[in-house]
């Protein structure tokens, strides 16, 4: 599968953004999708995962509230929705996609990765 993120940006803290990953090649119902960030000097970390069907969710401690992940399996897509954005959350966004029957939350666990996109919060 190849996975294309897009959505990132520039935006104030505070603001929301709406990131997308457009999926094509092999099924996309098949995968687990999962959203990572890495920010500069730091770890590559688990942000947020969805279940197949999309009907399960999981979320980092540090977004949860803020942010929410979902997926739409007409579109081949899925979505991680920012709200509330502090400078902290400034990171290159990475979704991937993973070959498990449920959601996992380590960067091993996933086989394919798109090229991320960026989001800068600034204070």
């Known amino acids: 599968v190849q996975l294309q993120a897009s959505g990132g940006g520039l935006v104030q803290a505070g603001g929301s953004l709406r990131l997308s990953c457009a999926a094509s090649?092999?099924?996309?119902?098949?995968?687990?999708m999962g959203w990572f960030r890495q920010a500069p000097g730091k770890e590559r970390e688990f942000v947020a995962g969805i279940s197949r069907s999309g009907l399960t969710t999981d979320h980092a401690d540090s977004v949860k509230g803020r942010f929410t992940i979902s997926r739409d399996n007409a579109k081949n897509t899925v979505y991680l929705r920012m709200n509330s954005l502090k400078p902290d959350d400034t990171a290159v966004y990475y979704c991937?996609?993973?070959?498990?029957?449920?959601?996992?939350?380590?960067?091993?666990?996933?086989?394919?990765w798109g090229q991320g996109t960026l989001v800068t919060v600034s204070s």
């Open positions: 991937a996609a993973s070959d498990s029957a449920r959601i996992v939350t380590t960067k091993g666990q996933y086989g394919y």
């Open positions: 090649g092999r099924t996309f119902i098949s995968y687990v």
